[in-house]
T-cell receptor, first 116, second 113 residues
């Protein structure tokens, strides 16, 4: 089946530094990928939709200069949390939509970010 | 936009019992309804999905039903096992090139031995 690899699975960084999270579709092409944020005991909150070769579309309230998204190929999207602060600590999850399947969404395993 | 309501927020059952989780959606244009299981510290895993041209779908112990008229769909797990314990999310999406999934708030299922 479709597999999405997300790395790292966890990361601890100091306040003020930047962290990059990678999301790769391993066996399918994904023109569109999605980035979610999940707080403890809550649902997934869509942050942005990443489209290969174009600018990402951010949801209302999500700072695009803080959460930089790059989708340079049909199998890779990255999320960079810039100038991280403790309030950015969260569980970040990516999802990729298979170009060849209708509604074929596959999720990555998530990244636990802790900013100290 | 789409709004998905999910109930209950927590569900405790004894091993071997059945579990039912219900969701309603608001946008009649939605036509794809997946269910995800999320274990602690992991990403959501698709367990079953249904499209609007089908009323029911079953996969071993798991089944999903869809009532388009009432705009609600349900997940049914029979013969529950402790390893079914997890958070379950329903979602809805429209058939379009740029559609996104709208998630319910999740149901924490606890299956006691």
């Amino acid at each position: 089946g479709a597999v999405v690899s997300q790395h790292p699975s966890w990361v601890i960084c100091k306040s003020g530094t930047s962290v990059k999270i990678e999301c790769r579709s391993l066996d399918f092409q994904a023109t569109t990928m999605f980035w979610y944020r999940q707080f403890p005991k809550q649902s997934l909150m869509l942050m942005a939709t990443s489209n290969e070769g174009s600018k990402a579309t951010y949801e209302q309230g999500v700072e695009k200069d803080k959460f930089l998204i790059n989708h340079a190929s049909l199998t890779l999207s990255t999320l960079t949390v810039t100038s991280a602060h403790p309030e950015d600590s969260s569980f970040y999850i990516c999802s990729a939509r298979d170009d060849m399947q209708e509604n074929g969404y596959t999720f990555g395993s998530g990244t636990r970010l802790t900013v100290v | 936009g789409e709004n998905v309501e999910q109930h209950p927020s927590t569900l405790s059952v004894q091993e071997g019992d059945s579990a039912v989780i219900k969701c309603t959606y608001s946008d009649s244009a939605s036509n794809y309804f997946p269910w995800y299981k999320q274990e602690l510290g992991k990403g959501p895993q698709l367990i079953i999905d249904i499209r609007s041209n089908v009323g029911e779908k079953k996969d071993q112990r798991i089944a999903v039903t869809l009532n388009k008229t009432a705009k609600h769909f349900s997940l049914h797990i029979t013969e529950t096992q402790p390893e079914d314990s997890a958070v379950y999310f329903c979602a809805a999406s429209m058939r379009s090139g740029y559609s996104t999934l709208t998630f319910g708030k999740g149901t924490m299922l606890l299956v006691s031995p």
